[in-house]
Nanobody, 125 residues
Framework: QVQLVESGGGLVQPGGSLRLSCAASGRTFNNIAMGWFRQAPGKEREFVASINWSGSTTYYADSVKGRSTISRDNAKNTVWLQMYSLKPEDTAVYYC??????????????????WGQGTQVTVSA
């Protein structure tokens, strides 16, 4: 069983940048697809970005494409989401998610079996 802990959220001004981290523990990180999702108040959880176990495949939601980069370091059991040019509509709780035992990655929440507790990102002047 893998456990995920997010960090790095906070308050940032529009146009600013933020890097979220997700640290994994409990099992090998090497064959786990990882993803980031977010949920704003009153809205459903939505896909942000995902990466396969080797980092060779990444997916991004259209809303963040060109403004975000997902990356991972399997030696550090960590995945990051670097976000740039942040907008107020990026305000949400951001969740890290994992799916062990796959060479692929996915863009829908039902594919992921393990979730972190979330970290708040607020974009406001």
């Amino acid at each position: 069983q893998v456990q995920l802990v997010e960090s790095g959220g906070g308050l940032v001004q529009p146009g600013g940048s933020l890097r979220l981290s997700c640290a994994a523990s409990g099992r090998t990180f090497n064959n786990i697809a990882m993803g980031w999702f977010r949920q704003a108040p009153g809205k459903e959880r939505e896909f942000v970005a995902s990466i396969n176990w080797s980092g060779s495949t990444t997916y991004y939601a259209d809303s963040v494409k060109g403004r975000s980069t997902i990356s991972r370091d399997n030696a550090k059991n960590t995945v990051w989401l670097q976000m740039y040019s942040l907008k107020p509509e990026d305000t949400a709780v951001y969740y890290c998610a994992g799916r062990p035992g796959t060479a692929y990655t996915y863009s829908y929440p039902e594919a992921f079996t393990t979730w972190g507790q979330g970290t708040q990102v607020t974009v406001s002047a």
